[in-house]
Structures are given as structure tokens and as C-alpha cells.
């Protein structure tokens, strides 16, 4: 099996298609343990993200209006997990799981409620999907087309991912998320208001994990239907892990799992002639998942993450 430059140009501009998702999701992930609030629902957030998106951009024939659409879902279900989670102060895994389970049955509830009983949604049209950057600027079937001529996704979670690192690492704001996460009790002494500032990152992690599913049914699949995240959300949270909890680590950690994906997708591609079951390529992005949090050792998150803080007690 010989890939020519076109099949690896193509492999790596899906790659890239196939990780947006996951690196979106995952800065919001960051977002959320980086202030100490352990965030597991991703998943649902990913998938009210996505039926919110779809079913805007059907109906409007916008896919700019679908993304709003889309992060206020995700503001939404977030607020939810930080009001469970930090004001009343419940088991922050519980609250996740709860976020799992709600908001995915939300997302086909109000499906059939739109589309006449349906589980998913009308096809999203050309005019109503993400634009191609660049698709007129090479010769459409050299390397360099196949690499840069990507869906704004691409660039837009590039844009995210930079942009999270530098709030986390060079602003104030940053300095003040990241000592809420390690020593709440401490930042509070330094007149730091701990509840509002895990309330934003919070919502904004629920904003980020919805956009993450937002910009599947606009790129990569045309609708929305139940299964369309399949374990997308828990792949962006093992990226963070792997990661070590940081930016710029998860972006390699989810650029690892999307060309897994991607890599799966080509192998099955009759003309490669591999006589092997496409089910059994499709299992390629979750086996890596698991060796890789088999094998990657002690990842530290935040020394806070996950605790219930309280001021009251001593």
C-alpha cells in the first residue's frame, strides 16, 4: 500500500477536521478543572451543542446562527453543572454524569418535537455549512490543496486554543483561575471572588464543549442524529489528561486521536484493498484512547480540582 501526495495531503487535512472538534471541547475542558471544577459533561454538552446547531441552521439556513445557537445551549447546561456544583455545592462527578444523561435526552426531546417524531434533524444544505478557507488557492489536486483547504473549524479552533492558552498563561485573570485551582481558601484571602470566577469558567466550558459539537453537523456530517458525538466528549477529557492539563499539550493530544480517526477513514478506503472490517478500523481512535491513558503515567490536575469549597467551614 503506497499513499500517493494527494492521499497524505488528505489525510492530514482530515486529521485536522477530525481534531477541531476535540481540541474546542477540550479547551473547554481545561477551562473548567483549571478553576477546580471537574467538568464530565462534556459528552452531553457536545451533543446539545451539536442538535442546537443543526436544527438552528436548518431552519435559518445560517450556520453563524447555529453556532450562537449552539454556545447558548452550552451556557446553559453549563450554568446548570456550576449551580449544582458550586452553589450547592453537590458531588461535582454526579453533577457531570447528570449533565450526561440530561442533556442528550433534551437534544432528541425537542428533535422529534421539531421534525414531526423524528431523532434527527433535516440535512443542514451547502449555503447553511461552514465555508472552505482556501479552496481556490491551490490546484485542487496538489498536496497544498488538500492540506490548507480546510472547513473555518480548523482555524477557528486554532484561534480558540491560542487564545485559552494565553488567558491561562499571560493575564491576570489567568494567574487568578490558576490559584483558585490550587488553593481556593488562599485566593479568597486575596480578595478574589472564588464563586464568580468558577462560575465563568464554568459557563465558558460549557460554551466551548457545545461549540465543539456545534461544528460537527457543519463539517464533518450534514445533520444531527443521537449517536452523533459517540464518545467524542470522553476522548476530548482524555486528551486534557494526556495532555497534563495544558493547552498546548491537549492540541497535540487531540491532533494524535483525530489522525487516528482520519487514519481508520483511509484504511478503509476500498482502493487500498485491505481486507479488513471497517468496524474494526473504526475501533482504532478508542483502543489509542485507552493505551494512551494506560501507559501515560501520573497526570496531575489542579490540586483543588474536583474539591467542594466552602467559606463557612474551617
Known amino acids: 500500500m503506497i499513499l500517493s501526495a494527494s492521499d497524505i495531503g488528505l489525510l492530514i487535512s482530515s486529521t485536522l477536521t477530525y481534531a477541531a472538534p476535540l481540541i474546542i471541547a477540550g479547551m473547554g ?23 442546537s446547531c443543526a436544527a438552528v441552521s436548518v431552519i435559518t439556513g445560517s450556520p453563524w446562527i447555529g453556532l450562537l445557537a449552539g454556545a447558548a445551549a452550552g451556557a446553559f447546561f453549563g450554568l446548570l453543572h456550576g449551580l449544582a456544583s458550586i452553589t450547592f455545592k453537590a458531588d461535582q462527578t454526579i453533577s457531570g454524569i447528570a449533565i450526561n444523561l440530561l442533556a442528550p435526552g433534551a437534544a432528541i426531546y425537542f428533535c422529534k418535537a421539531i421534525f414531526q417524531g423524528s431523532t434527527q434533524t433535516r440535512p443542514v444544505d451547502l449555503s447553511g455549512k461552514l465555508p472552505l478557507m482556501f479552496s481556490n488557492v491551490f490546484p485542487p489536486t496538489s498536496f497544498f490543496n488538500y492540506m490548507f483547504r480546510n472547513y473555518v473549524s ?147 490536575a489542579p490540586a483543588a480540582s474536583g474539591k467542594i469549597y466552602d467559606p463557612t467551614s474551617a
Open 154 to 300: 480548523v482555524y477557528f479552533c486554532i484561534i480558540i486554543a491560542a487564545g485559552i492558552w494565553f488567558l491561562l498563561s499571560k493575564t491576570r485573570l489567568g494567574l487568578r483561575i490558576r490559584a483558585i485551582g490550587e488553593h481556593p481558601r488562599a485566593a479568597a484571602t486575596l480578595g478574589i471572588n472564588v464563586f464568580n470566577v468558577r462560575y465563568l469558567c464554568v459557563i465558558l466550558s460549557g460554551v466551548l464543549a457545545a461549540l465543539g459539537g456545534a461544528v460537527i453537523p457543519l463539517s464533518t456530517v450534514s445533520y444531527f442524529f443521537p449517536s452523533i458525538i459517540s464518545g467524542q466528549g470522553f476522548i476530548a477529557i482524555a486528551a486534557v489528561i494526556f495532555g497534563k492539563f495544558k493547552p498546548k499539550n491537549t492540541v497535540l493530544a487531540c491532533l494524535l486521536f483525530g489522525f487516528c480517526k482520519s487514519l481508520s477513514l483511509t484504511l478503509g478506503n476500498p482502493k487500498f484493498g485491505l481486507s479488513v472490517s471497517v468496524h474494526l478500523l473504526s475501533m482504532i481512535p478508542y483502543i489509542i484512547t485507552l493505551m494512551v491513558l494506560l501507559f501515560i503515567g501520573r497526570s496531575h
Open 29 to 51: 475542558s481545561i477551562m473548567s478543572e483549571t478553576s477546580g471544577v471537574v467538568n464530565i459533561g462534556i459528552e452531553g454538552q457536545m451533543t446539545i451543542g451539536a442538535f
